[in-house]
Structure formats: structure tokens, C-alpha cells
């Protein structure tokens, strides 16, 4: 899809990208690859439905290992779930008759009923309308929920076809991109489930078939997402901090950036060397990007070159920009212009996931990528990357970690925007769905969500010949100011010379710096 050419559709964009803060749309990154395909599978979007107040949900942590749920972390009141015709959510995939014994399958599906709910389904099932009676049923819900979507893709990593199609169905009555944190991510993978078992593959986009938004829109649900989560101005300011402090004494610096976006991260690092005593140093910014992203922006690179030029001039700072439209496993050195003396930083801001390694092909462009860094010599390198572990993870355990992290995202969201937020479905379709369902239903070249720990990350780092770079204390007080103005159950951490954003008990995003 062409990015739109409406004069109206141009103007809105402008507006939105004056804006002074944006969003990096890495994180959750949209795809065009299905443009004529308008057929929602979702609910209407502009449906009202009524909610009670907001209330965030137990988050039930499972083991990647065995697929079992732990209690609940949190002590906060789980949110209420609303089951009607209207709001559920529905999904596409293949029917097919149940041919063996139909006594046989039914009593095994009472025993699963059973295994969900415990030996006292029968009480269970006479609800008493007491406010902790009701409670205690939507924990019960949440956590029933969340055992059928693992029984369910157990089910389709062992090709038990029945059970897993019968539990499809199940689910469509439950989950709902209108409800709690867990019924619409419960949706969302649901859909990943029903695109695994058709084997969409390449075609993963068509079994979402979701109406693509024009850039202006897309632009502002991503936009919303910046604000209403701090995981994007976190890893800004982490990286920018280290940045900063390794340029302190240079007159030039040459910046490569491998995902520019929006280029949000460098207005405030313009700002900041601006004010810097002594005066600042002449910025370059090498920015690098693909169609991807240029679709999210309403057009090429040069939009953000002349945005960042526009703020250089009006601090005042001597500004170059030089624009690259490509994937990052197509980056050669010639491409990035470095000049001699040059003092270097390099910033790899939630990108480095999307490369394939040696687990995909002959090339591992993780490891040649780095290497090829290292040799430029550069001052600082920073790194941000989600804290998960999908990368070379079999099928089942990748989805138990999918579940664990989105779930937290998911409830982040919660506690910000209400769930009748007219916008709250779009940011959460345009801007997780699709990666979610990618790290269900795809495998090899067409998985392109593949996230390593920071564990993993320092390894590759390492044998490229880094070390790590320690980050100022000054930046963890910045951070820890920023978090001030966030749900109190988001959570920082410094360990080995890392930063670690979370939700509640789970890290969500890591930064740290090499040299």
C-alpha cells in the first residue's frame, strides 16, 4: 500500500509530526503486505460497549517449561469480563467435523474442564453474587482462560487437530478485543493459534485481515502508545545519556542510527548537546530505514532529515543529515560514510531482533553486522531490545513466553487508557497484533520477531569484540524521574551495568552501551 496522497491526509500528518514527541515504531512494527484485502475479522471498532471501572488483572505467570500457571503477583482486583454476543471476538480458520466417538470426546473434554477448574466445578458453576464471590469468579475466568489458550497450542505443537479445533472454538466464546487484559490478548493469539494450524506462513497478513490504517492514522496509534507507555522514552533516554557522556569532549560527532523512524530519539539529544557548556558539537546523523517505516511516516527518510535540520537550526547546533533507505542485513560499510577522526556512536534501538542469525540461514547477519561495527572503531554503541526470548525457542515454549510478556504489556496499557477508549483497539491491533501473530504462526525466514535476553545480546556483543560501556548514574535518576509520572507498578532495575524496564515482576526492555 502507497502511502496516502490526499492533500487532507498530508496535512493531518504534518500536524501530527510536529508534534514535539513521537513513538519508534520498531517496538511493534506494522506491516503492508496485504493492501486490498478490508475485511475485518475483528469487532466494529466504533461500537460502544459499557465497561465497569478500570481495574487492572491478577497477572498469573506461567512456566515456559511446563506450560503450569503460578499464583498471582499482584494483589490489585482483577478486572471484570464481559462475555456478550456483540463484543466477542471472532476468528477465521478450518472447520472441520469431529469424526471420532463423540461420548469419548466429550468425556475428555470434561476432563479438561475439570483439570482448568479443579474437582469443584459443580460449585463453581452456582455463582454467588457477592462482591468477593465475584472477584474470585473473574480470577477464576482469567485463569481458565489462560489454561485453554495453553492447553490449545499444546494441543497444536503435539497435531492433536481435534482437541485443538474444538478448544478454537471454545475460545472464540471467551475472548474479546473489548475485555480485560487477557481476553484481548487472548484474541490476538487465538488468531496466531488459527493462522499456525491453516500453515499461513508467508501469507500470515491475509489470516490477520485487518483493514490497513493510512499512515496519518497509524501514525497516530503509535503516537498514543509513546505517550500512554514509557518503554520508548526509556530507551531514548538510556541511550542518549551514554551518548552524551562519550562525546563529552568532541567538537563532531557522526551518528549511525539503524532504525531512524520518526527520528524522536535525536530531538531530545539536539536539545541536550545545544545547552552543553562550551557550545555543541557538529552533529551528522546517518539514518537508516526501511519501506516499512516509510509507510508509517507518509514518505522517505529525507521527511525526518528535514525535521531534525529544522531543530538543529533553531538551537543552533551545526547539523548534517544523511539519509539511507534499506534493511539493515543489506548494510555494507561504504554505505555509512564515515570519515576519518570522525568520533562515531552507533545506536541499535529495538532493531537487532529483526535480523536473521545462524539459526535462519548460512548468513548470520547478527554477528556480521557487529563485527562490522567494531571495526568502525566507534566511541559508544547502544543497545535496546525487549527482554524475551523467542528467537530459537521451539514452538510451545515461545508461546508460554509470548503470552507471559504481552500479557504484562497488556495490562500496562490497561491501567491508562479505559476499555471503552475509542483508540485503545487500534493501538493494540496496529501496533501488537501483528507481531504476535507472526511469533505464533511463522516459522524460518517468515518469523521475523525473534528476541533474545540481554544475556544472549552481551555474548554476540562479546565475541565481536566489545566491551561493555558502564551507564552514567545520572541516567538512572533521569529515568527513575520519568517513571514518576507512570503507573506505579512499572518497575527499574540496574543489574551489571544494565537498565531493565518491567511490569510489576517482568522485565520488558533492556539498555545498556558498549565500546
Known sequence: ?????????????????????????????????????????????????????????????????????????????????????????????????????????????????????????????????????????????????????????????????????????????????????????????????????????????????????????????????????????????????????????????????????????????????????????????????????????????????RRLSSVAASCNVPFEFHPMAASCSDVEIEHLKVRPGEPLAVNFALVLHHMPDESVGTQNHRGRLLRMVKSLSPKIVTLIEQESNTNTTQFFPRFLETLNYYLSVFESIDVTLPRDHKQRINVEQHCLAREIVNILACEGAERVERHELLERWRSRFSMAGFKPYPLSSSVNATIKTLLDNYYESYTLDERNGALYLGWMNRDLVASCAWK
Not at 475485518?40 to 465497569?52: E, I, M, V
Open 1 to 305: 500500500m502507497r502511502p496516502s496522497q490526499n492533500p487532507e491526509d498530508i496535512e493531518k500528518f504534518n500536524m501530527f509530526y510536529n508534534q514535539p514527541v513521537e513513538y519508534q515504531e520498531s517496538f511493534f512494527p506494522p506491516s503492508i503486505n496485504n493492501p486490498n484485502n478490508n475485511q475485518s475479522l475483528y469487532a466494529d471498532h466504533g461500537q460502544q460497549t459499557q465497561f465497569s471501572a478500570l481495574k487492572p488483572v491478577q497477572h498469573c505467570y506461567v512456566d515456559s517449561s511446563t506450560g503450569n500457571s503460578s499464583e498471582p503477583v499482584s494483589d490489585i482486583c482483577p478486572s471484570e469480563m464481559h462475555h456478550s454476543p456483540d463484543d466477542t471476538y471472532h476468528s477465521s480458520g478450518n472447520s472441520s467435523c469431529f469424526t471420532s466417538d463423540v461420548t469419548d470426546l466429550k468425556h475428555k473434554l470434561r476432563e479438561l474442564e475439570t483439570a482448568m477448574l479443579g474437582p469443584d466445578l459443580e460449585s463453581l458453576e452456582s455463582y454467588n453474587n457477592t462482591p468477593s464471590a465475584a472477584a474470585n469468579q473473574m480470577s477464576s475466568e482469567s485463569d481458565k482462560l489462560v489454561e485453554m489458550l495453553i492447553a490449545c497450542a499444546k494441543a497444536i505443537a503435539e497435531n492433536n487437530l481435534i482437541t485443538a479445533e474444538w478448544l478454537m472454538s471454545e475460545l472464540r466464546s471467551v475472548v474479546s478485543v473489548f475485555g480485560s487484559p487477557i481476553q484481548r490478548l487472548g484474541a490476538y493469539m487465538l488468531e496466531g493459534l488459527v493462522a499456525r494450524l491453516a500453515s499461513s506462513g508467508s501469507s500470515i497478513y491475509k489470516a490477520l485481515r485487518c483493514k490497513e490504517p493510512t499512515s496519518v492514522e497509524l501514525f497516530s496509534y503509535m503516537h498514543l502508545l509513546y505517550e500512554i507507555c514509557p518503554y520508548f522514552k526509556f530507551g531514548y533516554l538510556s541511550a542518549n545519556g551514554a551518548i552524551v557522556d562519550a562525546v563529552k569532549d568532541e567538537n563532531s560527532i557522526h551518528i549511525i542510527d539503524f532504525q531512524i523512524a520518526q527520528g524522536s530519539q535525536w530531538i531530545t539529544l539536539i536539545h541536550a548537546l545545544a545547552a552543553r557548556p562550551g557550545g555543541p558539537p557538529r552533529i551528522r546523523i546517518t539514518g537508516i530505514d526501511d519501506s516499512t517505516s516509510a509507510y508509517a511516516r507518509g514518505g522517505g527518510i529525507e521527511i525526518v532529515g
